[in-house]
DNA sequence: AGATTAAAAGACTTTTTTATCCTTTTTATG
DNA sequence: CATAAAAAGGATAAAAAAGTCTTTTAATCT
């Protein structure tokens, strides 16, 4: 459903969310020890996002990711669009073919209502929803 | 959440509520096209689920994979642990160790009621109880 | 301008998942 | 008892996902 590289990817943006603007951009080398993912590896994942527009960043000295204030405002589903590719999430909980909700399997109809509130939650959610109130990253990463 | 492979098994033990029984075993080149599984593959996970005794089978002449009164009894649930094992389907939404109810993450807050929905149905939801009042394979696999 | 710093890009490796093939064992039945 | 039918098991291959490394490009600061 969520892809490990879609769970990294989210982690990281909320650490951006968390520490970064546009004077303050961030390193990943600061990023991945607080959220228990290779470096290298999210590095890749959040130059991925940044290419798509989800999140920013400039090179050089001084440079880093970061998020303006639109990124902000993006949703859990943008990310995991950029991540996972639209098919992965949209797929049928039982991956078969045409089965959607006009013309369900019968797992759809006892998961499936579920699967949908789960989307839905990830299209409604803004990374600004997730961290209002919060200024701990342990809040979102405890351990 | 859910790998192919136990939608695949899932798949594979429907068809066999729906056309086995003790005197009337059904054999892998039997199923496979019907439920869009590669043969040689479905007939591993299936005898996999047998070993756990979760699904029935006898070798030999006439022999084959079926259901008794018992296996049809069993949840999802049970199929999914076998084939992608307890620590799969129980991780945090985020794969963060320690997250869980008691120390939940920002995301399990969100995300979190849903995936226990869907772990409750799938831990409630016996193969009798999606066969009910169902006897055509095309009502569970269109297409 | 030159050196340095940091992301961007892409090639490469490893691991996991999915899938296939071939041999062995079991069992029903003629 | 021989034979054929079927699952069981083991070994291997292919594909996808996860992870690493190296080079290139861009920004900044002497």
Redesign the interface.
Known sequence: ??S?SS?YA??GV?YLALNSDEDHKILVRDIYKVV?VPEAYLAKLLQELSRHGIISSTRGPRGGFYLNSDDRRRTLMDIVKVIDGEKRVNSC???????DMN?P???HK??GS??T??IR??EN?TILD?IEG?QDIE?????
Not at 93 to 99: D, E, K, L, T, Y
Not at 139 to 143: A, D, S, Y
Request: with cysteine; glycine share 2%; net charge positive.
């Open positions: 459903m969520l490990n769970k989210i982690k909320l228990h909980v039982m991956g078969i073919r045409n089965c013309n399997c019968v797992l006892l998961v579920n699967k509130k789960f939650v990830l959610t997730l919060k809040e979102f990463f405890p351990n």
